[in-house]
Structure formats: structure tokens, C-alpha cells
């Protein structure tokens, strides 16, 4: 699935909250999907199918792994998208006042001369 496009212009709006967490919801339900194809067919190859047959089995470990990851993965994908409206306000300042993306330099970590004699 493509990245959900964001518009830079002015007035326009990003992905809705429910964009991003369907958007988490399939990519953690293809993950589940995989996860669950390989332990259900280790557990199946290790332990036998049980009374449910290989083919049950081997779907119930799919689906129940699928959901699992597919859950999670929709809830942390809203979390972690979701932005401060203070960043945003900011941005959106400095876009207009340069036109342009601002990068900010990282001046936390680096040491001037004097600090480095110390």
C-alpha cells in the first residue's frame, strides 16, 4: 500500500485518523498473517493438527495472529502520526515565512571550542 499523501499547501488537510489507523490495521494484518503461516505450520508440523484438521488449525493460528497484530498496529499507528498542534502551527509559520521546509540544526550534542578545552 502507497504512503498516504500529505498536501503541503495552505488550507489543505492531512490523512484522517481513520486513514492512518485502517492504513496500520492492514499492514499489521499482513504481518499476522505471515507470523501465523509460520508458527501455525511449525506447531502443525511439531504437535500434529489436532481434531480440526491441518487446514482449520493452520487458519485459526492465521486469523488469530492477523487480528492480533492488526489491532495493535492500528492503534500505534494513530499514536505515533498524530502530531502536537503547537509543531504544527509552528510549521506552518516557517513555511510561510521561507517558502520552503526548515531543517533545524542540532545544536544539543555539539560542543563549542571552549566546552571542548574544558
Keep these: 500500500m502507497p504512503p498516504v499523501r500529505t498536501s503541503s ?12 489507523a485502517r492504513m496500520g490495521a492492514m499492514m499489521g494484518g499482513t504481518v499476522g498473517l505471515i507470523i501465523g503461516l509460520i508458527f501455525g505450520a511449525t506447531n502443525i508440523i511439531r504437535y500434529g493438527p489436532g481434531p480440526n484438521g491441518m487446514l482449520r488449525t493452520l487458519g ?42 526548515v531543517v533545524l540544526p542540532l545544536t544539543r550534542f555539539k560542543k563549542t571550542k571552549a566546552e571542548e578545552t574544558q
Design 60 to 101: 485459526q493460528y492465521m486469523l488469530g495472529s492477523a487480528a492480533t497484530f492488526g489491532f495493535f498496529m492500528s492503534i500505534g499507528m494513530t499514536i505515533r502520526t498524530d502530531s502536537s498542534p503547537i509543531l504544527i502551527e509552528a510549521m506552518q509559520k516557517a513555511q510561510a515565512r521561507h517558502g520552503r521546509p
Design 9 to 20: 499547501q495552505p488550507g489543505a488537510v492531512g490523512p484522517a485518523w481513520y486513514d492512518k
